[in-house]
C-alpha cells in the first residue's frame, strides 16, 4: 500500500538530519542503504499469527553518497507492507492490511511529515 500526500515524496534532506529524525521516530535503516539508495523501517506488531506489517520510507541520493554520508536524499512515498513468515514483505495494493493498521501507520508518518517540514523548499 503506498501512502501519497502526505507531505514525504519529493523531500530532499541531507542524509545525516534524516537519519536522526528518522531514528527519532523509530525508523531504522540499519543496513539498508547501498551507494545511492535508503530504506527506514518501521516494525508494526499484530495478534495475527505470524503476522508483522512494516512502514517503509525509500530515497535516493540526488548528489554525494550514502556510505561517505554526504548525501542529499530525495524522499519516495511510503509504502506499507505485510510480512508473510518466512516469505517475506509484501507492500502491493491488493494486500488485505486491516484498517487499525493503516490508521496507525497514517498518524505516524503525519508526524514524520510533519518533523520533515523544515527541510520542505518553498
Do not use: C
Not at 23 to 37: C, L, S, V
Amino acid at each position: 500500500m503506498k501512502f501519497e500526500n502526505l507531505g514525504i515524496e519529493d523531500t530532499v534532506v541531507d542524509i545525516k538530519p534524516l537519519d536522526l529524525l528518522m531514528g527519532n521516530h523509530a525508523f531504522i535503516r540499519a543496513g539498508q542503504w547501498d551507494y545511492e539508495r535508503v530504506t527506514y523501517d518501521y516494525k508494526i506488531g499484530s495478534n495475527e499469527k505470524n503476522i508483522t506489517y512494516y512502514i517503509r520510507i525509500q530515497g535516493y541520493a540526488i548528489e554525494g553518497e550514502v556510505d561517505r554520508k554526504d548525501a542529499v536524499i530525495k524522499l519516495l512515498p511510503p509504502l506499507l507492507g505485510k510480512h508473510y513468515y518466512p516469505h517475506g514483505v509484501e507492500y502491493g495494493e491488493d494486500e488485505n492490511i486491516p484498517g487499525n493498521i493503516i490508521e496507525r501507520a497514517t498518524k505516524i508518518l503525519e508526524k514524520v511529515s510533519a518533523d520533515l517540514k523544515e527541510f520542505k523548499a518553498e
